[in-house]
Structure formats: structure tokens, C-alpha cells
């Protein structure tokens, strides 16, 4: 194996050496001791169309290798290239197979298995440029991207550019537009608020002499007033006193009418209670009597005792027949047997149908009784249902009577205690309204004021005190606190509203006041780590209940400070944790951001208590309205409520009935319960008689059977007996024997009668004694009840007597309460007329200082009007100078316009003609010429002032018309920002995107050419792969299962190849798998060795198909496989080998094969050709192959000599 793998040029490294030298071999029997050797070679002979081709590789002295081919030294490539001519690869060895090497080839990774192919197929080759190329082509691409992408941002730039330009030009327009648009509508805004001054002015005189003309009238309605005011007050005092008297009567009648009524349903109780024990009396009279007619019956029955006591002595002759019937017996024995059994049978009968008879009488009495006593207790059954639904109705009526009387009761009480505690809050709020009525002239003067500003300013909302409520009043004090002295401040919608209410309360000498303006309060946000701070603590503005729109205001005003429900829960959030806020806890206690702590305000004095009051105030009137109508109707329920009386007697009535329903529901289940012993019995008594009745027909007709056979036997027993009692019966004077015995039967049968009579009697007596005790307890209870009747009578009388008494009483107090009614009923009418009377004069007096008021505002507000319209015309004015807007001027200049805000604010000493002649704002004339000469025309109309008409609307469309364009011109200048420079910049762009087009293109074509040679290299890789891969895929399963079939497996296994990169399969591994016979599926590894050694020569043989080598060493392969796979294995080496002849010279060894040359890979030899070398220990190869060669040593040469055996000459 050294020796040919030295010569085909695998490396040192893979044979038994590190260093050529060390294959030299030294022999101590034929060199001498100073002799060394340093050269040796191999030579294989490879034979081709009869050419002998000598490829010898030798050890130089040097420990180099020398190649020659036929003797011509040449370099190792061209060594290699000529072996490859003959397909012999000496990097893929694939001409031969080291020991122990053929497992490892089928556990090789998918890597190096990729790599096998990669070399047997030529596609390794290209790799290196496939490398190169590709990296070249992804360098391409990257510089013509990042060209193209560096053109895009130019043309982009370009693009915005080009916009840019367009803008500035929009600019410029829109820019001329916007200075015409201003001077147009400053004219329009300076010709509306002329015409508003001309009108105020007029407007005001006219007040003025309207202001004289009413306070007259007002005077003198004042005095009307006080006037009918006493007199009202003198009808209401009579009034009273009558009103009075009639509650007093009414009283009286509440407390005599339940009683009445009581009574009555006393007496209808009682009526009914007689009827009741009418009906029982009845019953128990009837009763009484059938007890009665029981008691004679069964007296009656006891005397048919005496009757059945008689009988005859006939000793004698009875015992005279007894010996001659003993005399008889013994002549005639069988027929006076047959005789006696007869008839002791028919006795035994006829006892049997007796006794069956009195029990069928007893039961037929017993179930007669118990049918007459069922009908008495249906009797008895109906009345008690009866009183029992009377009872029923009755309770029902008086439960129902007493549960609307309470529901009524209740309602009433209900509402009362409702009303009183209406009354008991309005009465505290009347208080402390009062309280508040008495507040100082500066509060009222204040409230005033702000009511003014609501009228004059459209967007004045009220102070902050009256814009917001604490949920809960426990919060007031320290929202109070919180608001400290912006309680009263004024919260206004912008800062120009503010400044024109400052103006108004310095024109009117009306003191000072906090604004708030919403429009530029700065406030800052919250953070909602301070609302879950502590759970005893909020911040003060989630405490306040306010409109939405306020809520920048009370932000301002409250901040983040929190209201803690105590002051150590305050010292926790400030000390403790350090937040900087202030808190305030419900006592007024204030912890302030620094750390100081105030005591607060503990007591409602002094302004605290104004401002706490703000949240309770109320309009006096309203309340004491309020406060009367409650009382009345706490009056009218007082009257209602007075049912104790009633209830009472209805409770009384109740209890009585329900004694009464349950005395009839205990009778009524008792007599049930008779009622279905009585029907059980009857029925019992029923079954027993038919069962009875049966006994008695089966006894009838066994009596008659018997007398038949009595009767045989008689006359038989008598013509045997007659000569023995023919004396006998002559001596006593019997006609016959069968007299006598007549008569003995007679006497038997008297004498069980009489014993059944006795046992009747008996029974009699005792029922007579039960009949009896039941007549005397009937008897006592119908005594009791007469009793109790009676009684019942006499309360029945008593109750009449005092209804009739107090019906008396009644009827005069009603017509005694008719008289005081009509009198106060006068009274009424007289207090109403007076009352009306008044009404009209406080309103008329009402009316009089209202419409003063009204004027007198009216006048206020024109002059406030007249001095904003003057303020308005001043801040167009100034608006103009500051804006540079040139409008057209007939007299003065805009110069003379004051800039400062300070200038703006009216003069404290009101308004008078001679500020209006000092004001600057009259020394200047605009020209409206240049407005249109429509929109003068309509501030000229006398409709203007009417906000709904016509005129009004088109003033109100043409502002919104100015405004509109002006801010749809300002808001499309504020969104363009223009740039100056934008047309050079246009230039230089252009420029720039054409070189980067330039330089584009070129690094494009740089990047078509590389992909152009990576794709050739590509292909050719790619097919060299690929057409080796789908040659040993298809057909290693053929091999595998040629190497795995036998007769027990005749299929074989399954061996396939699987890629990891379907695309570029080179890039990726190549699995290789094999499932040996009737095994799953399993990893390479998992396998055995005789398993993975078959797998790996089926790999082999695959390989070597595509790209077969002269011959195919095999060394030991066989050691992993038993004897049935090395079997297999021989057979399919022999049918794949061809002749193989092995010389060995006496320097060197040659190895000669004869093979055809191939001069194209992957063309497939002949199989004939084929040659197998085999090195194994197994016998099956021996025994299977067409040369044997052995190794052995030669002792005289101590070397290494052959023997070769041509099996092929030996048939098998």
C-alpha cells in the first residue's frame, strides 16, 4: 500500500512516515554496516491500446521525490495531469481505500463530502476565481448603488430646488396681495367704528332725559306701596285668628271619628258572632237528639235477652239414646262412621256459615252506622267550611284595612319627616342668607360691579370663587386657603377684555379688581405621582367642581397644592419625602413649599368667612316661598296623620278573627280527619262484607253437598238402626229416631244462639254508656253557648248606645265647623284681594325702579360703548403704525398716534367733549374713499343696530370675508419661508447631476462586465457539480441495495443524498443517508460498523462509477463485515472485475493493468475492464477471486517475495 500510494503521488503525510527517508528500508543481512542507502523509487505500468505507459516516482538523496513518465523527468503537475488522463486523482485518491479509512468515508461531514465531489468532478477548479469574482461583483455593485443613489439626492435637491423658486415667487405675490388686502380692511374697521361714536352720542342724550322722567314716577309708587302694606297686614291677622278656631274643631272631629268607626266594626263584629252561635246551637240541638234516638235503640235492642232463656231437660232420654247409639256403632261401625263424619262435617259447616252471618250482620250494622255517621260529618264539614271562609274573608278584609291604614300612616309620616327636614335646611339657609343679606356696603358694592361687567362684556365669567364648589364641604376651608386672594378675582376670556373692564372701573371711580384672562395664563402640568401620593391626600383642584373652560384658571389659581386630611399627613409628604408643593390640610393649616408652617384659619371670621359664604348664597325670597308652602303642607298632614285610634280597634278586631279562623281551622281539619277515619272504616267494612258474602255462598254450597250425603247415609244408618231404637222410641213416643234427633239438633243449635245473644248484650250495654257520656257533653256545651249568646247580646246593646252617642256629637260639631269654614273661607278671600292689591303695587314700584335701573345702565353701557368704540378706533390706529400699514389720510398723520400701552387707558376724569376734541384720535381724517362704495352703503342703513337683520348679517359676512382671506394669506406666507438664494443654487445643481450621470453609467458597465465572467464561472462550476451529484444520487441506491439484498431481504436497503444550498450546491454540504433492510431511519453516526462500512462502499462504487480509475485498491474493508456482507461483497467485486495480471521485478515493483485511457471525465469505462485489488483476511474473497497474490519473506534475501495462483484456470 506504501509503495503504490508513494508512486500515484499521495502525500508522506498519509502514509506510515513524516519524511520520504523513512520508506527507505535497510536490510543488516545484505548491506554492510557503513553502507546507506539513499534512493529507491516505484514504477507502475499502466497499459493503453497496447502502449505501455511508466510513471516512477523515486527518494532523491536529499529526501526530495523526482517524477519521470516513461523515463522524462517532469514536474509534479504534469505528473498529476497525465495520471488524470487515466482517472486517477491523486488528491480524491479514489483508486484506493486504507485500512481502517472505509467508515470514516461514510461518516465524513456534508462539508468534506462536497469537497469529494468538488475534486472527482473538476468544479474545485473554478473555486478560486468564483471567489474573486464574486467578491469583484459585490464591490460593483456596491459603487454603482451608492452612484445611483448619490445621482437620486442630487435630482431630489434639484427637485426641491425647483420648488423652492416656485415659492419665493408665490411669496412675492402673495406678499403685494396681503399690503393691499390690510389697507382695505383697516379702512373698513376705522368706517365701522365712525358710524358706532355718531350713534352712541346720540343714543346718550336721549337716556339722559328719560333718567329725570322716571324718578318721579318711582317716588310716588313707594309710597302707594307701605300704604296697602298695612293694610294686608290687618287682614292677615284676622285670618289667623279664624283659621285658628277651625283647626280647633277639626281636632275634636279627628279624635271622635276613628272612635266611631271603630264601634261600628265592633258592632258588625258582634252581630256576626251571634249568628255564628245561633248555628251552633243549632247543630248541637240536633245532635243532642240523635244521641237520644241511639240510646233508646240500643236499649230496645238489650231485651231480646229474656226471650231466648227457655229450654227442655231430656237427661234421660239423651243419655238412653247415647248407649243405644254406643250399641249401634259397634254392630254397624263403618256406615255410624260414615255417619258421625257426615255429620260432624255438616256442623263444622254450618258452625263456619253461623259465624260467617252474625259477622256479616255486625258489618253490615257497623258500615250503616258508619254511613249515617259520614253524612253527619259532611254536615258538620260544609258549616265548618263555611265559618271557616267567613273567618277567612274577615281577617283578610281586617289585615287588608290595617295594611292601608299603615301604608297611609307611613306614607304620611314618610313624607312629614321628609318635609320637616326640607323645613329644617331651608330655616338654616333663611339664617344664614340673612347672615349674608347683612354683609358690608363694599361686598354689595363689589357684587355690583361684577354684575355691570357681565352686562357691558360678553366674555366676563364670573371670580373664581363662584366659578368652582368643593365636592365635599370639608374641603371649603382649604380651598379657600388655596385660592388666598385670587378668591375674588375675575376671570375673563383674553387679555383685551381685561384691559377694556380696567378701563371701565377707573371711567366709573369703582374701585380695583383682580383679572384672570385665559388666553395667556401660564400654568404649569401636574404630575400624577402627586395624586397617588398618599392616600389621605389630593391636590386641591380634583377637590373642585367646575366647568371645563375654566379649567386654565383654577389650574393657575391652584397649582399643585394638596389638601391632606390631616397635619401629620402633611409633615410625611413635605418633610419626610421632600415634595415641593404646599399642602393644606381641612383645618386651614398650611405647610409651604420653603418649610414654614402657618397656624391657618381656624374660626369663620372676617373675609374667610365672606368668601365661604359666596358657595351658600341664595335669593331670600325664594327661601321664605319655600319655607311656606312646606309649612302648609306639614299642616294639611298633620291633619291626615291621626289613625292610632283606628289602628288599634282594627288590631283588636284582627286578633278576635284570628281566634276565630284558627278555633274554625282546628274544627274544620278535626272533622276531615273524622271524615277520612269514617271513609277508611267504611271502606274496610265494605271489603270485609264481600269477602264475607264469598265465605258464606262457598259454606251454602258445601252444606248442601254434605246434606245429599248426610241424607244417604241417614237412610242407610236408619233401616240398620230402626229394630234398635224401635223401643226406644216407642217408651218416649217418637214416631221415629230421626224425631229425637231432630230434636237434639234443635237443642244444639238454641243453645249457640243464646251464647251468641249474650255476647250482643254485652256489647249493647256498652255502647248505651258511650251514647249517654256523648249526650251530656252535647248537652254542656249547648248550655255554654246559650250562655255566651246571651252575653254576647248584651255588648251588642252597649255598643249601639254608644254609636248613637257619638254620631250625636259629631253631627253638631260638623255643622259647628260648617259655620267657622264659611267665616274663614271670607276671611281668605278678603286677605287674597289685599294681598293682590299689594302685589300690584310692589310690582308697579317694581317695574318703575327697574326700568330706572335699566335706563340708567343703559346710559352707563353707551358711554362705555362710546369710550371702546374711541379705544377700538385708537388700536386700529396703532395697529396701523406698528404694522406699516399706509392707509389713505385726508388730515393728520399716523406719527401722531402714541405707541406706548401706558397712552392707551382712558383719562380717570370720565368722558367729556372736551377729551373727545383733545383725543389724537380725532385729528386724523381717514379716506374711505378707496373702499367700495358697497360696503359703504351698508353701514349707512338704519337696520345696523338690529343684529338680525338683513343689513346686520352682511357687515357681520364682509368682516368674517376681510379676516378669512387676510388669515388664509398670513397662514399660507407662515408655511412657505422662502429662500433668496434659490435660483443660484438651481444652476449649480444641474451642473452637479450631470457629472454624477456620467459617472453612473461608467460604474455601470464596470458591473454588467463582472457579472458577465462571474456568471460563465459560475455556470461552469455548477454544471461540473451538478452533473457528477445527480450521476452518484441516482445511483447509489442501486448500489447500496446490490450490496444489501439477499434471500431473506431480496429489496435491499434505501441509501440517498440530500443538499443543504439546492441553488449553488457547492456552497453548502451534501447528507449523506442509508436505512439498512427492515431498519428506520437513523443518523450515519448512529449506524454499526459492518452498516456503515456497507454504506461507505456503496458510496465508493458510486464515485468510482462516474469517474472510474484503472484499478480500485481495497485494503481490509472487509473487517467490520460478517460473513453473509463479505459474501455479498465478493460476488459484486467479481462481477465488476475484469483480469488482472501482477508481475513483480526484482528491484522495483510494477503493477500492470490493462485499461483503456480515458480522455474525457466522467465517461463511463466498459465494466468488463474493471480491476479490483483486495487485501482481506476473509475466506469468502479467496475463494471468489480470479488471482490470489501472498505476501511472504524471503530469508536468504530478507525481503519481501510474492506467490500469484490464476483461480481463473480452475473451474468453480
Not at 644 to 665: C, G, M, P, R, V
Not at 922 to 941: E, T, V
Not at 1023 to 1028: G, H, Q, V, Y
Amino acid at each position: 500500500m506504501d509503495a503504490i500510494s508513494f508512486v500515484l503521488g499521495v502525500k508522506s503525510s498519509h502514509l506510515r512516515s513524516t519524511q520520504l527517508k523513512e520508506l527507505l528500508y535497510h536490510s543488516p543481512h545484505t548491506m554492510g554496516p557503513n553502507e546507506i542507502i539513499k534512493k529507491a523509487s516505484v514504477t507502475v505500468v499502466l497499459q493503453e491500446n497496447n502502449a505501455d505507459f511508466r510513471f516512477k516516482r523515486s527518494i532523491t538523496a536529499s529526501g526530495g521525490s523526482e517524477y519521470s513518465i516513461n523515463d522524462k523527468l517532469v514536474s509534479f503537475q504534469d505528473y498529476k495531469a497525465h495520471l488524470e488522463n487515466f482517472n486517477i486523482i491523486t488528491k480524491a485518491k479514489n483508486f484506493l481505500v486504507f485500512q481502517g479509512d472505509v467508515e470514516a468515508i461514510a461518516s465524513q461531514s456534508s462539508a468534506d463530502l462536497t469537497e469529494l465531489i468538488e475534486i472527482m468532478s473538476g468544479s474545485i477548479e473554478f473555486r478560486n476565481e468564483y471567489d474573486i469574482l464574486k467578491r469583484e461583483e459585490k464591490n460593483a455593485a456596491e459603487l454603482s448603488n451608492s452612484s445611483f443613489n448619490k445621482k437620486r439626492a442630487i435630482a431630489a435637491e434639484l427637485k426641491a430646488v425647483l420648488k423652492q423658486k416656485s415659492e419665493l415667487e408665490t411669496y412675492e405675490k402673495k406678499k403685494s396681495e396681503l399690503v393691499k388686502l390690510n389697507v382695505e380692511y383697516m379702512l373698513w374697521k376705522l368706517l365701522q367704528q365712525d358710524s358706532k361714536i355718531d350713534k352712541d352720542n346720540s343714543d346718550i342724550a336721549n337716556l339722559s332725559s328719560q333718567i329725570s322722567s322716571l324718578s318721579s314716577e318711582s317716588s310716588a309708587a313707594n309710597t302707594n306701596v307701605e300704604s296697602q302694606r298695612r293694610v294686608q297686614a290687618k287682614a292677615f291677622k284676622d285670618l289667623s285668628k279664624a283659621d285658628k278656631n277651625v283647626k280647633l274643631i277639626e281636632k275634636q272631629l279627628e279624635e271622635n271619628q276613628p272612635t266611631l268607626v271603630a264601634n261600628k266594626e265592633k258592632s258588625d263584629a258582634i252581630s256576626k258572632k251571634i249568628s255564628i252561635l245561633h248555628s251552633n246551637i243549632e247543630n248541637l240541638s240536633s245532635d243532642s237528639k240523635r244521641q237520644q234516638n241511639i240510646a233508646s235503640k240500643s236499649m230496645e235492642s238489650s231485651f231480646g235477652k229474656k226471650y231466648f232463656k227457655s229450654q227442655s231437660d231430656e237427661a234421660n232420654a239423651i243419655s238412653e239414646y247415647y248407649k243405644l247409639e254406643s250399641r249401634l256403632n259397634s254392630e254397624v261401625q263403618s256406615l255410624s262412621q260414615l255417619l258421625n263424619d257426615t255429620t260432624l262435617k255438616l256442623s263444622t259447616m254450618e258452625m263456619k256459615k253461623s259465624r260467617a252471618e252474625v259477622k256479616k250482620d255486625e258489618l253490615s250494622k257497623q258500615l250503616s252506622e258508619k254511613k249515617e255517621q259520614k253524612r253527619a260529618y259532611n254536615t258538620q264539614l260544609s258549616e265548618a267550611k263555611t265559618r271557616l271562609s267567613d273567618s277567612s274573608s274577615n281577617k283578610d278584609k281586617l289585615i287588608s284595612d290595617i295594611a292601608k291604614t299603615k301604608k297611609s300612616h307611613e306614607k304620611i309620616k314618610a313624607k312629614e319627616l321628609e318635609i320637616n327636614e326640607k323645613l329644617k335646611i331651608i330655616l338654616q339657609q333663611i339664617s344664614q342668607t340673612r347672615a349674608i343679606e347683612n354683609e358690608s356696603k363694599k361686598e354689595r358694592k363689589d357684587a355690583e360691579i361684577l354684575a355691570a361687567l357681565k352686562r357691558l362684556f360678553k366674555n366676563v365669567y364670573g371670580r373664581i370663587s363662584e366659578l368652582c364648589k368643593p365636592t365635599q364641604r370639608k374641603y371649603e376651608l382649604a380651598a379657600i386657603v388655596t385660592f388666598g386672594k385670587f378668591a375674588d378675582a375675575i376671570v375673563v376670556d383674553s387679555q383685551q377684555t381685561a384691559i377694556e373692564c380696567i378701563r371701565y372701573l377707573r371711567e366709573q371711580r369703582a374701585g380695583k379688581a383682580t383679572f384672570l384672562p385665559l388666553d395667556s395664563l401660564s400654568t404649569n402640568s401636574v404630575s400624577d405621582t402627586l395624586r397617588r401620593a398618599h392616600p389621605n391626600s389630593r391636590l386641591v383642584i380634583d377637590v373642585l367642581e367646575y366647568d371645563s373652560k375654566y379649567s386654565r384658571a383654577i389650574s393657575f389659581v391652584c397649582g399643585s397644592n394638596i389638601v391632606c386630611d390631616t397635619l401629620e399627613v402633611a409633615r410625611e409628604l413635605c418633610y419626610n419625602r421632600n415634595l415641593s408643593v404646599k399642602a393644606i390640610t381641612l383645618d386651614g393649616s398650611v405647610i409651604h413649599k420653603s418649610g414654614n408652617i402657618t397656624g391657618g384659619t381656624f374660626s369663620k371670621t372676617g373675609s374667610l368667612k365672606s368668601s365661604l359664604d359666596k358657595w351658600e348664597r341664595g335669593s331670600i325670597n325664594s327661601l321664605i316661598k319655600t319655607r311656606d308652602e312646606l309649612t302648609i303642607s306639614l299642616n294639611k298632614l298633620t291633619k291626615e296623620r291621626n289613625f292610632s285610634h283606628l289602628i288599634e280597634n282594627l288590631e283588636i278586631q284582627l286578633a278576635d278573627a284570628e281566634t276565630q279562623y284558627l278555633s274554625s281551622n282546628d274544627n274544620l281539619l278535626r272533622i276531615n280527619r273524622w271524615l277520612e277515619s269514617c271513609n277508611v272504616e267504611s271502606k274496610n267494612f265494605e271489603r270485609q262484607l264481600d269477602v264475607v258474602d264469598d265465605e258464606i255462598e262457598s259454606f251454602s254450597s258445601e252444606i248442601s253437598s254434605l246434606n245429599n250425603e248426610l241424607s244417604k247415609a241417614s237412610s242407610k244408618f236408619n233401616k240398620a238402626s230402626e229394630p234398635v231404637f224401635r223401643e226406644f222410641c216407642s217408651k218416649y213416643n217418637f214416631s221415629s229416631i230421626d224425631e229425637f234427633n231432630s230434636i237434639i239438633e234443635n237443642k244444639k243449635k238454641l243453645s249457640k244462639k243464646q251464647l251468641e245473644f249474650d255476647n250482643h248484650i254485652s256489647k249493647l250495654e256498652n255502647q248505651i254508656l258511650f251514647e249517654h257520656e256523648q249526650l251530656e257533653i252535647i248537652n254542656n256545651d249547648k248550655s255554654r253557648k246559650q250562655s255566651l249568646l246571651n252575653q254576647v247580646n248584651q255588648d251588642l246593646i252597649t255598643t249601639q248606645a254608644e254609636i248613637q252617642a257619638l254620631e250625636s256629637t259629631l253631627s253638631s260639631q260638623i255643622k259647628q265647623l260648617s259655620k267657622l269654614r264659611k267665616a274663614h273661607n271670607d276671611l281668605q278671600s278678603n286677605f287674597n284681594s289685599e294681598s293682590n292689591k299689594l302685589t300690584e303695587a310692589r310690582n308697579l314700584y317694581a317695574d318703575l325702579t327697574s326700568s330706572l335701573d335699566v335706563v340708567t345702565k343703559s346710559k352707563s353701557v353707551k358711554e362705555t360703548e362710546l369710550a371702546k368704540s374711541l379705544d377700538k378706533k385708537l388700536a386700529i390706529l396703532r395697529k396701523c403704525r406698528l404694522e406699516s400699514i399706509n392707509i389713505p389720510l385726508k388730515s393728520g398723520s399716523l406719527a401722531s398716534v402714541p405707541i406706548s400701552l401706558a397712552n392707551i387707558s382712558t383719562r380717570p376724569d370720565g368722558i367729556s367733549e372736551s377729551s373727545h376734541v383733545n383725543n389724537p384720535v380725532h385729528n386724523i381724517k381717514p379716506d374711505y374713499s378707496s373702499l367700495p362704495q358697497s360696503s359703504r352703503a351698508k353701514l349707512n342703513s338704519k337696520n345696523i343696530s338690529d343684529p338680525n337683520s338683513e343689513e346686520a348679517r352682511e357687515i357681520e359676512f364682509l368682516e368674517t370675508s376681510y379676516s378669512s382671506k387676510i388669515a388664509s394669506i398670513n397662514f399660507e406666507l407662515s408655511s412657505m419661508a422662502p429662500i433668496s438664494h434659490a435660483r443660484e443654487k438651481l444652476n449649480a445643481l444641474q451642473q452637479k447631476l450631470e457629472d454624477s450621470d456620467k459617472e453612473f453609467a461608467n460604474l455601470r458597465n464596470v458591473a454588467k462586465n463582472v457579472h458577465a465572467r462571474f456568471s460563465v464561472v459560475k455556470k461552469s462550476r455548477h454544471e461540473l457539480f451538478t452533473k457528477m451529484y445527480q450521476h452518484i444520487s441516482q445511483s447509489i441506491d442501486k448500489f447500496y441495495k446490490i450490496l444489501t439484498k439477499s434471500n431473506m431481504f431480496p429489496i435491499g436497503g434505501t441509501a440517498y443524498l440530500n443538499l443543504e444550498n439546492n441553488e449553488e450546491p457547492y456552497l453548502g454540504g451534501v447528507k449523506y443517508h442509508a436505512m439498512p433492510p427492515l431498519k428506520r431511519f437513523r443518523d450515519m453516526e448512529l449506524l454499526s460498523g459492518g452498516e456503515k462500512t456497507v454504506a461507505a462502499l456503496a458510496l465508493l462504487f458510486a464515485l468510482q462509477s462516474y469517474l472510474p480509475s484503472p484499478f480500485f485498491v481495497l485494503d481490509e474493508v472487509d473487517a467490520a463485515l460478517d460473513l453473509a456482507n463479505v459474501v455479498q461483497l465478493a460476488n459484486y467485486l467479481r462481477l465488476r472485475s475484469s483480469q488482472t495480471q501482477l508481475t513483480v521485478p526484482g528491484d522495483e515493483s510494477e503493477i500492470t493493468s490493462e485499461k483503456n485511457s480515458r480522455k474525457s471525465k466522467g465517461k463511463k469505462p466498459d465494466p468488463s475492464n474493471f480491476q479490483f485489488i483486495v487485501i482481506s483476511l476473509k475466506q469468502p474473497l479467496y475463494e471468489r477471486a480470479g488471482t490470489l497474490v501472498g505476501i511472504y519473506k524471503d530469508q536468504g534475501s530478507n525481503s519481501s517475495k510474492t506467490l500469484t495462483l490464476d483461480l481463473n484456470q480452475y473451474p468453480e
